[in-house]
C-alpha cells in the first residue's frame, strides 16, 4: 500500500571506493592499538596523580605501546602502497598523456613500416 510518503531508509552512493581488505584489515587493527594506548596512556597519567607505585610500570608500558601505536599506522601506510603498487588504481589517465601514447606509438608503426618497405622499393626499382 503506497502512503505517497518517502520511506525512511534512502540508499545513497558511497563518497568514496572502498578500502581493499588488507588495507582494511590493518586500519583496524592500528585502530585498536591506537584505542588501547591511549586508554593506557590516561592511566599512567591517573597513577602518577595519584601517586600510585603502579604509575612508573604504567608510563613504562605507555612507551612501548607508543611505539607498537606507531608501527601499527605505519603499517597501515605501507599495506596500502604495497597493495596500490600490485593491484593498481582507478584512475583515468589524462588525455594528454594517453595523446602523447599514441603519437609515440605511430611513430614506431610508421618507422616499422618504412624500414619494412624501404629496401624493397629499391630492389624492385633496379629490377
Keep these: 500500500m503506497d502512503t505517497g510518503r518517502q520511506s525512511l ?8 571506493p572502498r578500502m581493499a581488505d588488507p588495507v582494511r584489515t590493518a586500519a583496524v587493527r592500528a585502530v585498536i592499538i591506537v584505542a588501547l594506548t591511549l586508554i593506557q596512556a590516561m592511566v599512567a597519567f591517573l597513577c602518577t596523580l595519584a601517586g600510585s607505585w603502579f604509575a ?6 605507555t612507551v612501548a605501546s607508543t611505539v607498537v601505536a606507531t608501527w601499527g599506522v605505519l603499517d597501515v601506510w605501507v599495506t596500502r602502497q604495497v597493495w596500490v603498487q600490485r593491484n593498481g588504481v582507478r ?15 605511430r611513430a614506431r608503426r610508421q618507422q616499422r613500416r618504412e624500414s619494412r618497405e624501404g629496401p624493397s622499393r629499391v630492389d624492385r626499382a633496379a629490377a
Excluded: C, D, H
Aim: proline share 10%; no cysteine; charged share 35%.
Design 9 to 16: 531508509w534512502q540508499e545513497e552512493p558511497a563518497a568514496r
Design 56 to 61: 612508573f610500570p604504567a608510563v613504562l608500558g
Design 91 to 105: 584512475s583515468q589517465p589524462s588525455s594528454t598523456a594517453r595523446e602523447l601514447r599514441r603519437e609515440r606509438r
